[in-house]
């Protein structure tokens, strides 16, 4: 009916604030912070979504995890150029295990920036995936409001029954749920592109 359809947008939106909650303790922000970018009702979505490259770039000049695996081989390179000019045969234990240490870490690197950009593109494909549904949803319900328009006009010039303007009230009612989760969907995607282009833990640690 229309009144469960009107009940089945308000469980879903206790559904996101909960989804909200989960997902400001994984960032370290309070639970109640609210964002300005998302409503219920008119969510300002941002559907010119970046350049793979881009978040990527941004990922690998920001995220922890890489920050300190330059670093680390930073480190071990310098160890290395001052073993090497102390004992310069190749042969010497003291320049071989520093250049094994210097190896080891630059291979520590790489696997680092491997991993990354996985992670980068698995995310990024399925922001691509809930944008097409968010698109798709939209002109669900852009259909869904026309049609009960028409029925509302006809129905006041007692050319359909209630019956069919009650089906086209919960056919809108539905097709509005089935947008406004294709909004959250898309909204908090984005929201863990940008935090994972940030330094963070990444779209792994996201519970949602």
Known sequence: SYIKSKLELSKMQRNFDMTLINLNKTIGEPVDKKYISYSSDNMSIMTAIKPYDEYLSDAMKNRAEILNAELGYKLKKIEYDLTKAAYPLESDIHNSDAKFAMD???NTLEAAKIDLEIEIASAYKELEKRLKNWESSEKLY???QENYKGVVSKYSMNMV????????????????MQLKNARRDLWIQQLKMEYASGIGPGIKNFAY
Do not use: P
């Open 142 to 144: 852009q259909s869904a």
């Open 161 to 176: 029954t209630e019956k069919v303007l009650t089906d086209a009230n919960i056919s809108l009612a539905k097709a509005e």
């Open 104 to 106: 080891d870490a630059y």
